[in-house]
């Protein structure tokens, strides 16, 4: 029997080994260098379409970024966003079913649009929008149709998700260019389309909930009063800071319509509040004779000037339209609004302080405000006697409600003037201000203006606990180079709380007509300042105390008393 002996490999068998274990070494780092050049190929596509993809259509190029801002009011409440939305289109050449058939059934998807107008895009020669920013059930009710010669892009729109509220002060930006049409986003179109700030909410000063309440009063006084037009405007006495600003009749930016060669006056894109300036008539008056204290010419609140009768000049009669046909002190003067004492007042001060004032008030140009729409003033071209009177009561000249508003703030606040800004401000951007009134001059105007509420024509703007104070202004338009008496610009000018002002609050409404047909500022104009400050003062921080109010102890025993003539 044989035995049969196997000799091992020994090194040979080694070697072989050691050969498929770098075979296999060798296999797995080509993989490895594959799988990383893949990768590579992947991540610089995918950085190119981040790049350069997204330009095409208001996408971003730093990576996702929208093509402008967001902007939000002072509490964070989106007012417009950039988002993808869904649009309708059609291809008329690839149509399968009957063009009347499908614009019939459009029009019932999109009643707001004629029958007519599809049909005509839907037989066209080329490529057409049937419907932008449609909505998702919108899309889903012509997808229903089964139109293969129907699309649905998406797109990048501006949209504006609380519609109407602060249109004016938003503005809109068309999608076709990427600028701002009007408003903040035309204002700050820079700073909305900055590649390093889009990512960051644009914060404005507006307050969306006291807006909503300003916008809400003033329509509902609007068709109570049966008015032309109606505005207001409410701004933080010390800041500038617009809180909010209004001008009724509205729109929705999201729904533009074609208003162009209309006048101001009868467009609703039109914001009256900074587009349309007014003689404000005798909301003026406040101002006028703050100058002529901070002047020296009034000394004493007991000072008295001659009402008697009509005070003739250059062939006109200046007349009060309430006469109390005596001498009349300063406080008399405001509370019953006569034009004869602040005429005689202003005659005695001369036109250089006026002027001056005036001009440091901003009247002689367009209102200090970052908005691009704004109207230029109707600055007197002749200061003579008979104009320096009759500005002082606010006619003669025109300016617009945001600069008396702003007046308004600087007279009550310590009487520091500051430009009115649609910016959250910081407590560190606050402006120092630019001082118009002496300190003293301001405290005594807020007790005159307190009174003016508490016991003469601003009555029926007397929030209870609110210490409102405030002066009327009603004033003729002028038409074809004279006055219509039937025709009143009404407003009122007013802050609160007069103890410690914060806010200015202004209301203008346009040929208006209050009750029992009554159409002075005092009917139509001072109860909207009443029940906007009821309901914003909360909103604001400002709660009712009717344990406090302004010391007017010192003037009221001035009132409807005989004073001896100076």
């Known amino acids: ?176 260019d990427g600028k701002g049409g009007m408003g903040v986003e035309a204002a700050f179109n820079d700073r909305l389309t900055d590649a390093a700030l889009r990512g960051q909410p644009f914060a404005m000063s507006i307050d969306s909930r006291v807006q909503g309440a300003l916008e809400s009063e003033l329509y ?18 010390n800041t500038g800071e617009v809180i909010a600003m209004a001008s009724i009749p509205v729109f929705d930016p999201n729904k533009l319509q074609n208003y162009a060669g209309k006048s101001c006056s009868e467009s609703p894109l039109c914001n009256h509040m900074v587009q349309a300036r007014y003689e404000l008539g005798s909301a003026f008056k406040p101002l006028s004779i703050a100058a002529a204290m901070d002047r020296g010419v009034v000394t004493s609140m007991s000072k008295t000037y001659d ?14 339209d309430h006469p109390l046909g005596r001498w009349i002190n300063v406080p008399e003067i405001l509370v019953h609004s006569s034009n004869i004492g602040t005429a005689r007042i202003a005659d005695q001060m001369g036109a250089e302080p006026l002027q001056h004032l005036f001009r440091e008030l901003h009247f002689d140009q367009r209102a200090p405000i970052e908005l691009n729409e704004r109207a230029g003033t109707l600055w007197p071209a002749n200061w003579g006697r008979i104009t320096t009177l ?3 009561y606010g006619h003669g000249i025109a300016v617009t409600p945001l600069h008396l508003a702003s007046a308004y703030a600087a007279l009550v606040n310590g009487g520091l003037w500051r430009p009115a800004t649609l910016r959250k401000l910081k407590a560190d951007e606050v402006p120092e201000g630019r001082r118009v009134f002496s300190a003293a001059t301001s405290a005594r105007m807020r007790q005159l203006l307190r009174m003016i509420v508490a016991a003469g024509t601003g009555r029926s703007a007397d929030a209870k606990g609110y210490r409102v104070g405030g002066k009327t202004g009603s004033a003729e338009k002028p038409q074809e180079g004279r006055y219509n008496k039937t025709s009143l610009v009404t407003t009122f000018a007013s802050a609160f709380p007069m103890d410690n002002p914060r806010y200015v609050v202004l209301v203008t409404m346009d040929e208006a007509t209050g009750q029992y047909g009554l159409r002075t500022a005092a009917w139509t104009a001072a109860p909207v300042v009443k029940r906007v400050v009821e309901r914003t003062g909360p909103m604001l921080g400002v709660l009712p105390d009717e344990r406090r109010d302004v010391d007017i102890s010192d003037l009221m025993p001035l009132l409807h008393g005989d004073k001896e003539k100076e």
């Open 307 to 320: 009402a008697t009768a009509p005070l003739a000049i250059a062939g006109f009669r200046i007349k009060d």
């Open 1 to 176: 029997m044989a035995t049969i002996i196997v000799q091992p490999g020994g090194a040979r068998a080694g070697k072989q080994r050691v050969d498929l274990t770098a075979i296999a070494h060798n296999r797995l780092m080509l993989l490895l260098i594959l799988f990383m050049v893949i990768t590579a190929v992947l991540i610089l596509r995918l950085t190119w379409v981040g790049v350069f993809a997204g330009n095409g259509r208001g996408g971003d190029a730093m990576g996702g970024l929208p093509a402008r801002a967001d902007i939000v009011d002072r509490n964070g409440v989106p007012l417009a966003r950039t988002m993808d939305a869904y649009s309708i289109a059609v291809r008329p050449s690839r149509l399968i079913g009957d063009p009347s058939e499908l614009a019939r059934k459009l029009h019932e998807i999109f009643p707001d649009e004629p029958e007519a107008a599809f049909h005509k895009k839907l037989t066209g020669r080329g490529w057409a929008y049937l419907r932008r920013r449609a909505l998702p059930e919108e899309v889903a009710a012509v997808n229903a149709l089964g139109e293969i010669g129907i699309e649905f892009p998406r797109e990048k729109e501006r949209l504006y998700p609380q519609r109407t509220l602060a249109a004016h002060v938003m503005g809109f930006a068309p999608n076709t």
């Open 220 to 237: 509902a006084q609007l068709v109570q009063t049966r008015a032309k037009g109606a505005g207001g405007v409410i701004l933080d006495a």
């Open 390 to 392: 009759t500005v002082s």
